[in-house]
């Protein structure tokens, strides 16, 4: 899930986003994705859970990155439940908001597609990129979508995930005398002279 506030001046641009499947050989680089992961394969032997087996109590060290998104009859999306950290991550609070056809590249990248790839496939996929900001600074995140089934049938109901970030830069980048390279605030001697370094490899003796 990537939903980001166009009205966020702080936020300049999403990027790099790639989104792909998970199963048991899946690499993830935050705890919290890979904690729901792993709940979402154990809860019914491998089988997509129904929603009443998850019990918000098992897992207190995800709550504040959790968020929830109804399927709609209609074939929409309403964000239901947005977590504490899910709130800040994204920009604001989209509690109610409903994700349709119509928000194409409001949230970053194609969200009411990706759900509908959830819903058909029935299965969790993981999402990672990066968030610049015009302040300054960048964060890396990466989440993770998982179905849940309605407890009375098999149909999907709704989506339960996680978004984890760690950042990657907290000053504002300036530009370097090579076009399309940049550095941080403060190394604004290294930045004029760039073009001239030299790139030494490293010799680590055990």
């Known amino acids: 899930m990537t939903a980001t506030s166009g009205n966020d001046g702080d936020l300049t641009r999403i990027y790099d986003i790639a989104d792909a499947n998970v199963d048991e ?36 060290s995800i709550v504040a990155n959790l968020f929830v998104t109804d399927v709609l009859p209609t074939g929409e999306f309403q964000f239901r439940i947005l977590g504490e950290e899910v709130i800040r991550i ?45 302040i300054g600074g960048a964060r890396r995140f990466e989440s993770i979508d998982c179905p849940i089934a309605d407890d009375s049938t098999d149909t999907v109901a709704a989506i339960i995930g996680v978004p984890a970030e760690r950042i990657l830069c907290t000053f504002p980048s300036i530009r370097t005398a090579l076009d399309g390279v940049y550095v941080s605030q403060g190394l604004e001697h290294v930045a004029g002279v760039l073009d001239r370094g030299t790139l030494i490899r490293s010799h680590v003796v055990a």
């Open 25 to 60: 050989s899946s690499e993830f680089l935050s705890g919290k994705v890979k904690h729901l992961y792993r709940w979402w394969v154990l809860a019914d032997g491998g089988r997509m859970p129904k929603r009443k087996m998850f019990d918000i109590l098992d897992h207190r």
């Open 90 to 134: 994204i920009g604001r609070n989209r509690t109610g908001e409903t994700v349709t056809h119509k928000n194409k590249g409001e949230y970053g990248h194609e969200l009411y597609e990706y759900y509908r790839m959830i819903v058909a496939n029935r299965s969790c996929r993981k999402c990672t990129g990066t968030l610049m900001f015009a």
